[in-house]
């Protein structure tokens, strides 16, 4: 049986337990993102569900995903981004992008 190519949505997956490698911890992070129980979240991790397109962009943009990255799709360009940064008191994302 040849292996199976990953698409987009498997890639996506994989980058959001890169982020939080525990299970229970991504689960408990993307609750509190989307506002949605926990068991539609774990569907979605199951892929029995698909995270919407308005899901997708949250994340996203929360955890400063790139299309690029999500679509596994390697430019060799930088990309600027104009962000509104809280240097006075950062949050953890904001400490980890500068």
Do not use: G
């Not at 991504?26 to 609750?31: D, T």
């Amino acid at each position: 049986m040849a292996q199976e190519e990953k698409n987009w949505y498997d890639n996506f997956i994989e980058l959001l337990y890169k982020r939080h490698p525990k299970k229970q911890d991504l689960v408990q992070e993307l609750m509190d993102l989307l506002y949605i129980e926990r068991e539609a979240v774990y569907r979605r991790l199951r892929k029995d569900v698909v995270f919407t397109a308005n899901e997708l962009a949250k994340i996203a943009i929360d955890w400063n995903i790139s299309l690029d990255d999500i679509i596994c799709i390697n430019t060799d360009t930088v990309s600027f981004q104009m962000r509104k940064l809280n240097y006075i008191n950062p949050s953890k994302q904001e400490s980890d992008f500068l």
